[in-house]
């Protein structure tokens, strides 16, 4: 059966997170080095929040984060200073290239288009209407309330029931091999959209589908 709805991640599969990782590294006394330690530290965090019943705001966990590597690396960084790098820039991303003209084929073609992410509603709905992309999406679905991130399997199961969509009836596209995971856990088909430095995990099973382009979903 062909995918009906599509659920697509948002964060570095929709949109290009450069413009962000600039403000973390001005932030960070231009030591561009520590930007990937920064993303890994959120994600590591939110991984975290998921095994101990502690959910936090994904942007809050965002500033902390960058906290901890400014204090490790004994670079002076104030709470409001870490939040002006972090919170409104990760709002204001562009979506990469493709994503435009890909999503309305899809559009066209009659797919069901969801948006799904660890961000806040609020800092969601911003972000896609920012990248001008927002009025493609059928449904826009933050994690806020189960209280859980990705790729917690609650999730997407969360996601597939609101929706009222079976998993084999539903795509999750992502350019994160833990996202790719975390989908097919919870039975959903799964498309990898390969953005620059941007691999599968060996140890996982593969994607069904593997683009580089969102058009290719067609």
Known sequence: MKPTTLFFDVNETLLDLQPLKQHIASALNDRDELIPLWFSTLLHYSLVANATDSYQDFGEIGVRALLMIAQINNIALSKEDA??????????????????????????????????????QQSLEEKLKFAGIDHFFDHMLSSEPVKKFKPDPEVYVWALKKLNVKAEEAMLVASHAWDILGAQN????????????KKQFPLAKPADLTIK???ELL
Do not use: H, W
């Open 213 to 215: 382009n969102i058009a």
């Open 186 to 197: 919870s039975g959903m088909r799964t498309c990898f959209v390969e953005r620059p430095n």
């Open 83 to 120: 939040q002006k790098a972090t919170i409104e820039p990760f709002k204001k991303l562009p979506a990469y290239d493709d994503v435009m003209d890909g999503l309305k084929s899809l559009k066209d073609a009659g797919f069901t288009l969801v948006a799904l992410t660890n961000s806040s």
